[in-house]
Each structure stands twice: as structure tokens, then as C-alpha cells.
T-cell receptor, first 111, second 116 residues
Framework: QKEVEQDPGPLSVPEGAIVSLNCTYSNSAFQYFMWYRQYSRKGPELLMYTYSSGNKEDGRFTAQVDKSSKYISLFIRDSQPSDSATYLCAMSEGGYQKVTFGTGTKLQVIP | DADVTQTPRNRITKTGKRIMLECSQTKGHDRMYWYRQDPGLGLRLIYYSFDVKDINKGEISDGYSVSRQAQAKFSLSLESAIPNQTALYFC???????????????FGPGTRLTVL
């Protein structure tokens, strides 16, 4: 079993839809949770960073962490064609431990 | 200019050839990483370096070697390339400077390597 599981998609939605992207994990020591966005032929870039359980909102993006269920989510409101990309979850134990990445979910927002 | 640069961006080579991929950063970070990305397997860590004198193997280091020539430069070598090393390779940096958290990684644009 992988330490981090992420549905690869692809996920195709119409413009304006609410998108939910999810990851599950098995390592209960993970404390820091990140979402990266990767456009085609580009490197991943950090989108959201959260610590422990709870929600964090940044514009149209909301990151949610449920440590009791070992489940994290990224919600995108009012999705735009420019949101079309692959989204990777990532997590670490902190204290300079390595970051473990999910395999990524490919999202396409159709105009 | 980009904070993390990689050269070359694309490379096609033949089995058995030695290949070097280079990475430079201007972020002033002390930590640098090499990953490979394959469809369905995500990002896998090859090597990482916490400073010039500290090199560590990642989860898939066999067939690869690295050199940290300076704080800003980290190169990855394939001593004798084989077809299953065909992948997208990313360099990344991290460091607790400029307000960034130590485990936030900043990626280069990637090198697409094809081994025939």
C-alpha cells in the first residue's frame, strides 16, 4: 500500500463547477499538508500549505485536513479553464523530514 | 529570471551513454533535490542534499549519482543510461529563508529525458 493515495483522474468539469480533489494517507505522523499545481510541461508549484487538521482558504481554493480520517481535500470554487492542470498532494512529518507526494490528479475545466 | 533552472530541457540519448543533468538556483536555499516523474508513479526522490558536504540517497538512487558543486548547483548523472530511465526529471530546492517554510519545495521546469 502506498503511503499516499490519490485518484489519478482525469477529472473533467464544466467551467464554474466546484471541484473536489482528495488524498488519503497512512502515516499518522504527517503534520504538514500541501497541494501543488503542475501545468503541462512545467514543474509543480505550491498552491496551498496547511498544518494539522482544519481548513484554510485562499481565494477560490480551500484546503481541508481531517487527521482523524487521514484524509485531505482541495476544493476549487467557480473553476476556470486556467485551473486545468495536474494537482499533487504532498505531506511531511515536519522537522526537516522528506516530503511524500501523491501521484497527482489531472483536472480539465471545459469552457 | 527563473529561481530554479535546469539544463538541458530535453535530451534524447542512447543506451549505455553517460548523461548529466544540471540544476542551478538563485533562491539561496541550502537544500536541493532530484526527482523523477513517471505516469502513474508520481514524483519519486532520487537524491537530496542538505548542504554542499551532505548527500543522501532517496528511494530510487540505483543507476544515478549526484554532485553538489556549490550551494547553488546540484547535478544528476546517469553513468550508463538505460531505457527505463526515460522520464521527466525535476530539481527542487527548499530552505527556511525569505519567509519560506523548510519543507516547501520549489521546482525547476524539468528535463524530459528519453533513452533509446
Amino acid at each position: 500500500q502506498k503511503e499516499v493515495e490519490q485518484d489519478p483522474g482525469p477529472l473533467s468539469v464544466p467551467e464554474g463547477a466546484i471541484v473536489s480533489l482528495n488524498c488519503t494517507y497512512s502515516n499518522s505522523a504527517f503534520q504538514y499538508f500541501m497541494w501543488y499545481r503542475q501545468y503541462s510541461r512545467k514543474g509543480p508549484e505550491l498552491l496551498m500549505y496547511t498544518y494539522s487538521s482544519g481548513n484554510k482558504e485562499d481565494g477560490r481554493f480551500t484546503a481541508q485536513v481531517d487527521k482523524s480520517s487521514k484524509y485531505i481535500s482541495l476544493f476549487i470554487r467557480d473553476s476556470q479553464p486556467s485551473d486545468s492542470a495536474t494537482y499533487l498532494c504532498a505531506m511531511s512529518e515536519g522537522g526537516y523530514q522528506k516530503v511524500t507526494f501523491g501521484t497527482g490528479t489531472k483536472l480539465q475545466v471545459i469552457p | 529570471d527563473a529561481d530554479v533552472t535546469q539544463t538541458p530541457r530535453n535530451r534524447i540519448t542512447k543506451t549505455g551513454k553517460r548523461i548529466m543533468l544540471e540544476c542551478s538556483q538563485t533562491k539561496g536555499h541550502d537544500r536541493m533535490y532530484w526527482y523523477r516523474q513517471d505516469p502513474g508513479l508520481g514524483l519519486r526522490l532520487i537524491y537530496y542534499s542538505f548542504d554542499v558536504k551532505d548527500i543522501n540517497k532517496g528511494e530510487i538512487s540505483d543507476g544515478y549519482s549526484v554532485s553538489r558543486q556549490a550551494q547553488a548547483k546540484f547535478s544528476l548523472s546517469l553513468e550508463s543510461a538505460i531505457p527505463n530511465q526515460t522520464a521527466l526529471y525535476f530539481c527542487a530546492t527548499s530552505g527556511a529563508s525569505g519567509g519560506a517554510r523548510a519543507d516547501t519545495q520549489y521546482f525547476g521546469p524539468g528535463t524530459r529525458l528519453t533513452v533509446l
